[in-house]
């Protein structure tokens, strides 16, 4: 199992950033998949998850109504649409699955949100 974000960078605060997290290794359709963050010194956060059909979804209350995940079976790639970033939002940003009872997580991809 493999799951490889990318998409991070430096956005000035009310802009967007798509993140996206490559997966394999797997039966991609079958798991949900979850999207956290975390800044140095505090625990990870849940950002935010979809079904493995993608009909269902949930957000942190910090990022409802700014963000959206989504997902492409096709492309076993799930994707974290970010909109009008805030300073707060930056953080490394991981993919995370659990199959077959264990847990995944990517490597991460880093979010700063500054002027």
């Known amino acids: 199992v493999q799951l490889v974000e990318s998409g991070g960078g430096l956005v000035q605060p009310g802009g967007s950033l798509r993140l996206s997290c490559l997966a394999s290794g797997f039966t991609f359709s079958s798991y949900t998949i979850n999207w956290y963050r975390q800044v140095a010194g505090k625990e990870r956060e849940l950002v935010a998850s979809?079904?493995?059909?993608?009909?269902?979804?949930n957000y942190a209350d910090s990022v409802k109504g700014r963000f959206t995940i989504s997902r492409d079976n096709a492309k076993n790639t799930v994707y974290l649409q970010m909109n009008s970033l805030e300073p707060e939002d930056t953080a490394v940003y991981y993919c995370y699955a659990r199959v077959r009872f264990r847990p995944y997580w990517g490597q991460g991809t880093q979010v700063t949100v500054s002027s």
């Open positions: 979809i079904t493995g059909a993608g009909d269902s979804t």
